[in-house]
């Protein structure tokens, strides 16, 4: 059974750095079946994929053109986890960040969800 | 980016109605589409993926369906535990999009 617990603060003041982690546990980050993906979800956006890590013989990144210019994920083998850093944080960034698995044919479906990290953003 | 619009955005029903939601993609998905619950203060719970593949554990009662840009999700009797709001979400192009969501009420 595949597991994923976030960690990482709720508060955070604008203009500085968002950081969350997932820990995964059932799975490899490193597997060649899945890629690790983070999803914000507020209710103006709705829910907004912001961008994915994956391992096929090398590591990949895609990311959302919303905020490419602030995101990046990164996988940690040695802990077995995933992380996301949203920089330069707005008001308008503040949601509930999920780490999600995606799995399939295609882009992927999202099977498995942490358990979700309310952010703020305020000062 | 692939838009997907979901309807109705809300509606009202009854314990054993048969209730079906319809998502639309902006253009052609092939079966790539993929259909998610979600109760307040939870993450979503996917329920079916690629248009009509039941995901291991979840009720027979739901079904989808569809193929390229119309799609549609089914729940043949409704159970108290389905009220909730009902997502779709497209796996064939980056950016992954999600439709905006139905709302199922009790009536």
């Known amino acids: 059974q595949v597991q994923l617990q976030q960690s990482g603060p709720g508060l955070v003041k604008p203009s500085q750095t968002l950081s969350l982690t997932c820990a995964i546990s059932?799975?490899?980050?490193?597997?060649?079946?899945?890629?690790w993906n983070w999803i914000r979800q507020s209710p103006s956006r709705g829910l907004e994929w912001l961008g994915r890590?994956?391992?096929?013989?090398?590591?990949?990144?895609d990311y959302a053109v919303s905020v490419k210019s602030r995101i990046t994920i990164n996988p940690d083998t040695s802990k077995n986890q995933f992380s996301l850093q949203l920089n330069s944080v707005i008001p308008e960034d503040t949601a509930v960040y999920y780490c999600?698995?995606?799995?399939?044919?295609?882009?992927?479906?999202?099977?498995?969800w942490g358990q979700g990290t309310l952010v703020t953003v305020s000062s | 980016d692939i838009q997907m619009t979901q309807s109705p955005s809300s509606l009202s029903a009854s314990v054993g109605d048969r209730v079906t939601i319809t998502c639309r993609a902006s253009?052609?998905?092939?079966?790539?589409l993929d259909w998610y619950q979600q109760k307040p203060g939870k993450a979503p719970k996917l329920l079916i993926y690629?248009?009509?593949s039941l995901q291991s554990g979840v009720p027979s009662r739901f079904s989808g369906s569809g193929s390229g840009t119309d799609f549609t999700l089914t729940i043949s009797s409704l159970q108290p535990e389905d009220f909730a709001t009902y997502y779709c979400?497209?796996?064939?192009?980056?950016?992954?999009?999600f439709g905006q969501g139905t709302k199922v009420e009790i009536k």
């Open positions: 999600v698995r995606a799995v399939g044919a295609g882009e992927g479906y999202f099977d498995y």
């Open positions: 890590t994956y391992y096929r013989s090398q590591w990949y990144n």
């Open positions: 059932g799975d490899s980050v490193s597997t060649y079946s899945a890629s």
């Open positions: 690629a248009a009509s």
């Open positions: 253009q052609s998905i092939s079966n790539y």
């Open positions: 979400q497209q796996g064939s192009n980056l950016p992954l999009t």
